[in-house]
């Protein structure tokens, strides 16, 4: 009974609507459009957006009908996989990819430890335009609420990596990132962290 039950937890489709992914910005059709309006449309219609950990059911279906254009500029980033998946991860990003205004990675952090945290900021920083903009929105690993979940995460076969706002910042700075800042508006959940930061503009 007990392998039945995590063979279906573990095998349920994260990428669907499920609690957790709640929490996610990319849920919130609000929070969408607030994200859209001041990351995107400021850039143009040229803009390019990449989605780290990104699903069809996330970010690129809350777009709605208004910004339903923005879908075909949106890359998504997910080592499972699937016609909608344009990389497995963030290394098999071209060199020669044109720059993206903008990052977003929510709920991605949690199956990181922290060289593989570095690597991948290090990847989404290569992959932005100076002055471009990487979301981060996970657990937030000052509250002590998350961490009531760490232990049963694993036996069902969860991720359950965790880092606080200042180790996050201090993560982003080693790499190159400015401008780092808290941004609760952009949470879908008190118990996240939301960081936005910058890859630094051209001199
Ligand atoms: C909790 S879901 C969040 C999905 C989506 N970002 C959202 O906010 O709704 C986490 C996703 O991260 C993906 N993921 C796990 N490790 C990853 C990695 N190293 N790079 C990119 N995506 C990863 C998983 O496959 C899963 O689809």
Redesign the pocket.
């Known amino acids: 009974m007990w392998t039945n039950i995590k063979t279906r937890w573990t095998g349920w489709d ?2 669907g609507a ?1 609690l ?2 709640l929490r ?4 919130h059709p609000e929070i969408v459009k607030q994200i859209v309006d001041e990351f995107v449309l400021p850039k143009g219609d040229s803009a390019r957006i990449l ?5 069809r ?3 690129v279906a809350h777009l709605g009908d208004d910004y339903g254009h923005l879908r075909p500029r949106v890359c998504l ?4 996989g699937g016609a909608e998946i344009a990389y ?3 290394e098999s990003i071209p060199e020669n990819t044109e720059p993206f205004d903008l990052a ?5 952090m ?3 430890d922290e060289p ?1 945290l570095i690597d ?1 900021f290090c990847g989404i920083h290569r992959c932005l335009r100076p002055g471009g903009a990487l979301i981060i ?1 996970d657990p937030d690993g000052a509250k002590w609420v998350n961490h009531l979940e760490r232990p049963i995460k694993p036996l069902v076969g969860l ?1 359950s990596d965790m880092y606080t706002e200042a180790e996050t910042i201090r993560l982003l700075q080693e790499v190159g990132f400015v401008r780092c800042r808290s941004r609760p508006d952009l949470g ?1 959940s008190s118990r996240y962290l939301t960081i936005v930061a910058h890859r630094k503009s051209a001199a």
């Open positions: 994260w990428h499920s957790f992914n996610s910005p990319s849920s989605d780290v950990g990104g699903t059911q996330g970010f980033v997910n080592p499972r497995r991860n963030i977003m990675m929510f709920g991605v949690v199956y990181l593989s991948m929105s991720p879908g």
